[in-house]
């Protein structure tokens, strides 16, 4: 084995260090007790910095903490009567700062968790469970609906649903998806309006006599006139070739948006341009 002349050195000065004689070392000075095997070991208890401490065990057992933590969001438990399952609605960081402030208590979010876990009370989020009181007319709304839209299907006549779609931004914006290329298109880094080129508004028709889609895409905004004029389109392109001899046309829309029933503009020029695309 061959060895450097710094190793062997090195090796001799530890060695003589105390290897040979850390028992008695150990025994003679206390304070190297929790050295290493060569006597250079930090002492057992370091001093800790200035202004420093540790907390006690006796401090966190303490059973007035735990009793003071209750009470103090008891007024913020809530839970169901059938069964014992508690939650709180504070957040921690609020508990926590309650806490320090009305009864001068530090205490962390991770042990305030674990307090509260231990008289089963977990934060609970809202849940969608209540069923508000129903409009006593709301089911007969919906018959009559339903009457209409049957009567019109028995005789053959139109029946289309509209809607307005989620617009979208025109220009080098990121869409989900992929397709098959060489290189990626690159698009913009942000989504803001300022860099599109304009706004594109679907609007989408549905036939449900031929269970067909059409959708008309506009560059204003979504306003009475925009519906309409889509209505009319779908109507003098693929209407009236497909339904020529019907007297009625039934429009199921809802009640928001450029189609509302509240909208008197809307009904306006429903009327208008009926009465101008009915034949003499």
């Given at each position: 084995m061959v060895c450097s002349s710094r190793s062997e050195s090195t090796w001799s000065w530890r060695h003589q260090a105390g290897a040979s004689d850390h028992r008695a070392i150990r025994e003679d000075n206390p304070s190297r007790a929790t050295g290493t095997r060569f006597g250079f070991g930090r002492p057992s208890r370091r001093p800790y910095p200035f202004g420093w401490s540790r907390t006690s065990a006796r401090r966190k057992k303490d059973p007035e903490i735990e009793e003071k933590l209750l009470t103090l969001v008891a007024p913020e438990i809530a839970g169901e009567p059938q069964s014992d399952r508690r939650w709180v609605r504070q957040s921690l960081t609020k508990i926590q700062a309650c806490l320090q402030t009305r009864a001068s208590i530090?205490?962390?979010r991770e042990t305030i968790r674990r307090l509260l876990h231990k008289h089963r009370i977990r934060p609970r989020s809202n849940v969608k469970r209540l069923h508000p009181k129903p409009h006593p007319d709301r089911d007969a709304q919906f018959?009559?609906?339903?009457?209409?839209?049957?009567a019109f299907q028995r005789a053959g006549w139109p029946v289309i649903s509209v809607d307005t779609k989620k617009k979208e931004l025109i220009g080098s914006f990121y869409q989900r998806g992929q397709q098959w290329g060489q290189d990626a298109v690159a698009v913009n880094t942000h989504d803001f309006p300022s860099y599109a080129e304009g706004k594109a508004v679907p609007y989408g028709?549905?036939?449900?006599q031929r269970n067909l889609g059409y959708v008309a895409v506009g560059q204003s905004a979504d306003t009475p006139e925009f519906a309409v004029d889509a209505i009319l389109w779908w109507w003098q392109a693929f209407g009236q070739r497909q339904y020529p001899d019907t007297p009625e046309l039934l429009i199921l829309a809802d009640g928001g948006g450029s189609n509302s029933?509240?909208?008197r503009r809307w009904k306006q020029l429903l009327q208008g341009n009926y009465l101008r695309t009915v034949p003499k």
């Open positions: 530090t205490l962390s018959q009559y609906l339903q009457r209409q839209k049957d028709i549905y036939d449900i029933y509240r909208s």
